[in-house]
């Protein structure tokens, strides 16, 4: 056997799973997209209708609303407090292990339902949160009664799970030479300004890498919004991926849901292509001449 096919070979399982866990329903929720099915009787083509009601309809475009404010507002600070967080925990401190290992903890549990449970129980309006604010003579704050309220529980609770971030961030920050930062302690630059003239460029492609990864899981989120805050005052909260799962598995309108599912999929798609066409701008690697 030569080492084409032992290569192959070695692939087979992940190819598998690939064509019929991923390709398959991922076309065929296309092929269903253009299709009036219920899950029940037979697929009737209806074209682009669905696509077409999608869009009349305000529900939908009150999820997307929903879904491009969660994003830009969670994205960002998320990015910010895992590079935060990590450049402090670079600097070699008694104990800085265990301290690695348990800010990344939040990663691991924040998408758990027991987690979920707690995060609801401690913004309720007699909670902890409530309690700790009314300490500083602070009245308590109807969190789940306001659409602004809503929506911060659940930024709070992604901003919360920074720990994937943080260790990629942290793994970039140890490759950052040492001999950059004691020249420029010889010039005379403080720790601020080597924060964001050497550390920041050269660790670009991993800010580049975390802001794709978050984008695409912010704009799929589901498990904070539905097990904390449900669809939220006013719909408040009430994500585009929580209207693809009510419309195919509670009401069963399986082409109308996956016709969702694709402008979805078409708009992290769009501003994926667009991070990747302006990253020349501002994303600088090391193996550029």
């Given at each position: 056997?030569?080492?084409?096919?032992?290569?192959?070979?070695?692939?087979?399982?992940?190819?598998?799973?690939?064509?019929?866990?991923?390709?398959?329903?991922?076309?065929?929720?296309?092929?269903?997209?253009?299709?009036d099915y219920n899950l029940i009787g037979s697929a009737h083509f209806v074209g682009i209708e669905n696509y077409l009601t999608l869009f009349e309809k305000k529900d939908f475009m009150k999820t997307l609303s929903n879904?491009?404010?969660?994003?830009?507002?969670?994205?960002?600070?998320?990015?910010?407090?895992?590079?935060?967080?990590?450049?402090?925990?670079?600097?070699?401190?008694?104990?800085?292990?265990?301290?690695?290992?348990?800010?990344?903890?939040?990663?691991?549990?924040?998408?758990?339902?027991?987690?979920?449970?707690?995060?609801?129980?401690?913004?309720?309006?007699?909670?902890?949160?409530?309690?700790?604010?009314?300490?500083?003579?602070?009245?308590?704050?109807?969190?789940?009664?306001?659409?602004?309220?809503?929506?911060?529980?659940?930024?709070?609770?992604?901003?919360?799970?920074?720990?994937?971030?943080?260790?990629?961030?942290?793994?970039?920050?140890?490759?950052?030479?040492?001999?950059?930062?004691?020249?420029?302690?010889?010039?005379?630059?403080?720790?601020?300004?080597?924060?964001?003239?050497?550390?920041?460029?050269?660790?670009?492609?991993?800010?580049?890498?975390?802001?794709?990864?978050?984008?695409?899981?912010?704009?799929?989120?589901?498990?904070?919004?539905?097990?904390?805050?449900?669809?939220?005052?006013?719909?408040?909260?009430?994500?585009?991926?929580?209207?693809?799962?009510?419309?195919?598995?509670?009401?069963?309108?399986?082409?109308?849901?996956?016709?969702?599912?694709?402008?979805?999929?078409?708009?992290?798609?769009?501003?994926?292509?667009?991070?990747?066409?302006?990253?020349?701008?501002?994303?600088?690697?090391?193996?550029?001449?």
């Amino acid at each position: 056997m030569n080492k084409s096919k032992v290569g192959l070979l070695y692939i087979l399982p992940w190819l598998i799973g690939f064509i019929f866990l991923t390709a398959y329903p991922f076309l065929n929720a296309l092929a269903t997209s253009f299709t009036d099915y219920n899950l029940i009787g037979s697929a009737h083509f209806v074209g682009i209708e669905n696509y077409l009601t999608l869009f009349e309809k305000k529900d939908f475009m009150k999820t997307l609303s929903n879904t491009f404010v969660y994003t830009l507002l969670t994205v960002p600070l998320q990015l910010a407090f895992s590079l935060l967080v990590a450049f402090i925990l670079n600097f070699e401190l008694k104990g800085i292990r265990f301290y690695r290992t348990a800010y990344y903890i939040p990663s691991i549990l924040g998408g758990n339902v027991a987690v979920a449970v707690l995060w609801r129980f401690m913004f309720q309006q007699n909670g902890v949160v409530n309690f700790i604010l009314s300490r500083f003579g602070i009245a308590p704050i109807g969190w789940f009664s306001r659409p602004a309220g809503a929506m911060t529980i659940i930024i709070l609770l992604k901003i919360w799970q920074f720990g994937s971030s943080m260790l990629i961030f942290l793994a970039a920050l140890k490759n950052v030479p040492k001999e950059l930062y004691e020249a420029a302690d010889v010039d005379g630059a403080k720790k601020f300004r080597q924060f964001f003239t050497i550390t920041i460029p050269l660790i670009t492609p991993t800010i580049f890498f975390n802001l794709v990864m978050q984008l695409n899981n912010a704009f799929q989120e589901f498990n904070g919004p539905y097990l904390v805050t449900g669809n939220g005052p006013l719909n408040a909260t009430y994500m585009t991926s929580m209207f693809i799962y009510d419309n195919a598995f509670k009401y069963y309108k399986m082409g109308y849901a996956s016709a969702a599912s694709w402008v979805l999929f078409s708009i992290i798609v769009l501003i994926t292509l667009v991070l990747f066409y302006t990253q020349n701008k501002w994303v600088f690697y090391s193996d550029e001449g």
